[in-house]
């Protein structure tokens, strides 16, 4: 295991694949209590680039107080027939009231408020409720709770309008990773107040599950747990090159672009990455990959695999033997032996594949 | 051909009365084609099998000729439905099985129809309805539990002769000690509806039901249905034994569609809402053991599933060791090349479908568990039982014996 289970709870994507779990339609004896789900939670937008009503900034610019003129939160929950919306962010830790991420939370509890239909796109009636939440470790949720209330109480103080802020902490308790709420998270996420398991611990055993998202190049991750990120992002792409190889009818060739490999790996999350550095930066990791994996093809069936620019990657299999050469050799790739804390070399081909 | 068949069918029984069968009797194997534009056609479905040698030659405007360029004439070929075709043959059992294997197994655009134990239990219930209590019914039910042995033997590669039959007294075998059933009950269906449940209650391997037979209505014998689609004619009429097919392919695609509704996820934009949110939509893919693995079995699973090329399961990937039995995969299905993602654990298995993966990989992913793993396995499409869907693609298919 790569990390303890309470090293996990501070990992930003373990806490998002989680949270995702817990509004996933699933029996309720398995590891995963989807605790969300149960109550009629359902994921209404991952990561949605979303910004306050500008006559609000224009305001707050007025009155000098700092607020991000967009914000990303990570998932933005609906409650359907209760009309609820949450829009919910996670977490490594605590944070005060005059850091740079301070600036986001104005954002976000401007963004959760009682404007929230507005940022949506909705008709007023299609929200009845709204609020703001972090999800983070327990141990932490008492040191946020004072530094919200002081944003909010700042915002408040100049008339402007804000969500709720909810504090949904994670801790290790009775065997299992549990979600914390006080009375007031407990209302308005209708979870049972204090402690609730959702995800079962076994003797050890890591209780990740399987991750929807990967990885993130944005978030703020351990070296340990970047790694273990980055080596599902590579069995996912190699996944995508397999399945490519598999699927062809020699002797046609098959090509793939670095956009179709991200977006396989990530369930099509890369394409909705506005992030360019970011962006760039996978598309960076992703060709690196693609380039040792071409090594590897051509050593053991030479001239199997180019990289065509404008067309990315090109799988040239002459006959089923060519082909099952080729798979071969892909499925006894091994991503595990890369040096999965590298950063990918600057890439000549970004321009060219014009992706 | 139905006349042909039909005919054809009428004599078998004869012979099969006389205890003396002169030919081989009618067989069906059905087949799955992935829904592409392509196989829309006569002349596109004739360019998937073109790939794989086999020739098809069209006889009327639904109807080919099937035959191959190393074995010879094999039958005919009928679309049933929009993704399924039926091979109807005269070929030898053997001789149909192997064709039908080595078919299947080299072209990643065709596949088994997968009938698992789940769904054979629904269809029995089908039987039950339709059929008088005092016909007589046969079920045949088949667990090998492969992973579970005395020796470091575990599974095997696959091998063109797995599914010939069991090898005579004077092979030499290799003694290994493992849980196997297999065995035939033919019963008054009345006496098999009353004590099957209870009967599988008791001992688990009941559950795994490979094959069943569907009572002819016009007629002695019946139609047999077996796990991976393949169906003998034990009727005298040709015609019930189409209706038939039709009957279970009807059932099969409203399965394969509702699965795939379900399970496939993505990343999907909200309709109709400025600004194009992004939802993860679909349902993961639930198996529950009934009883757990010991973490010797969940080795040699994991092992022989993922370190061997050709395995039960027709998958691929590098598994995550996230503790004593528990591994994570994101892997292919190694068959239609498509990727899935796995949690395998002691207690069962959970599946991530991505869409567009076919739904085929999931009824063949149950079938597998409860053949070879646990034969009373439960499974579900998100919070729904498999078996609910079942049900439900069942009733959604109007019962016409008759019709043509």
Redesign the interface.
Known sequence: MSLTPSELLKDPLFQLNSLLWLTQPVPTDIEIKPLLHERGWTVYAIAQLLGPPLDVLLFAQRANISVQERVRPDVVLQQTPQRRFAFVECKTSSFGSSSTTADQARALLIVGGPRAAEVLGLSVSQVSESFVSYVLPDDQRKLLDPTLEALRKELGDKKIPVGNAILLGLQIAHNAVCIVVDPVGSASFDLPTGSTPFLTLEPDTDPRPVYFIPYDPDVDQTPQEKSFCKRILFERMLGAVVSAAGRVIPPFPTSLKTKSILNDSTFGMYDHWENQESAKNMRGVCKHFMGKVMQAVNSATPNSMSYQPGHGWLIQLQDRNHQERVLDTLTRFSCDTLDLQAEPPPSLFDEQEGV | MIRYFDGYSAERVEDLDERKLKRPLVKTQLMEILDGERTRTLEGLASLFT?SGVKLQPIDDALLMVSDSEAGEIGFMERLGSRVVAIYSVRKSEDLNKWSRRLVY?N?ELDYVWLSGLTFDVLWQVVGKLSKPHRYGRLVFTHDSIFDIDAQLGETEETEQEMVDSPSEDDVEQIVEKRETSFRLTDRIGIIQQKLHQLQELYSPLYAISQMRFPSPVGRGGHDFYDNGKVTNRSQSFRDHRNHLLFVVRIYEHLLKSTEQRAW???QE?VG???Q????VG??V?I?FREQLTPKVFDQWAAATFER?NNKFRL???P?R?????V?V???D?H????L???L?A??C?A?I?NGTCGNTVHRLVTNVQRYLDPGA?A?L???PYKTLVEQSAQLVPYEPNAE
């Open positions: 790939s080299s990643p996820y993505s990343i909200s809402i400025p600004g949110f992004r939802k993860i349902s993961p639930v529950r090329k691929w990937g590098h995550i996230l503790g004593p039995t528990k994570h994101y892997g292919v190694r239609l090349w498509q990727p993602f796995l949690e654990t207690k069962g959970i991530i991505p439960h579900f998100g919070d729904i």
